[in-house]
């Protein structure tokens, strides 16, 4: 079992800054990807932010120039630095991670808890 722990998120003003962390724990596995997801009620959950473990990226439109995501790979660590923060940025941000079991093909995925981003106008 691949277990996400995420920190960082909370409540800021509009053009504000944050930056959420996002650390993945387990043994027997390599990751392949993690990202950032947003989620709001009534809404499907939403690519953020994602990038690879050999540092490839995508970013949603609305994101870029603001967002950055970054990684450590030797600490299996996802991070977000939001900046320029907006009010339609509010949401439950959800850790993700894309990964191989040590013995297997087969591609698994992990979600974290998610953590509350509120920007307030």
């Known amino acids: 079992q691949v277990q996400l722990v995420e920190s960082g998120g909370g409540l800021v003003q509009a053009g504000g800054s944050l930056r959420l962390s996002c650390a993945a724990s387990g043994s027997g596995f390599s990751i392949n990807a993690m990202g950032w997801y947003r989620q709001v009620p009534g809404n499907e959950r939403e690519l953020i932010a994602r990038i690879t473990s050999i540092g490839t990226t995508d970013y949603a439109d609305s994101m870029k120039g603001r967002f950055t995501i970054s990684r450590d790979n030797a600490k299996n660590t996802v991070y977000l630095q939001m900046n320029s923060l907006k009010p339609e940025d509010t949401g439950v941000y959800y850790c993700?991670?894309?990964?191989?079991?040590?013995?297997?093909?087969?591609?698994?995925?992990?979600w974290g808890q998610g953590t509350q981003v509120t920007v307030s106008s």
């Open positions: 993700n991670a894309n990964f191989l079991y040590s013995d297997s093909y087969l591609p698994q995925t992990s």
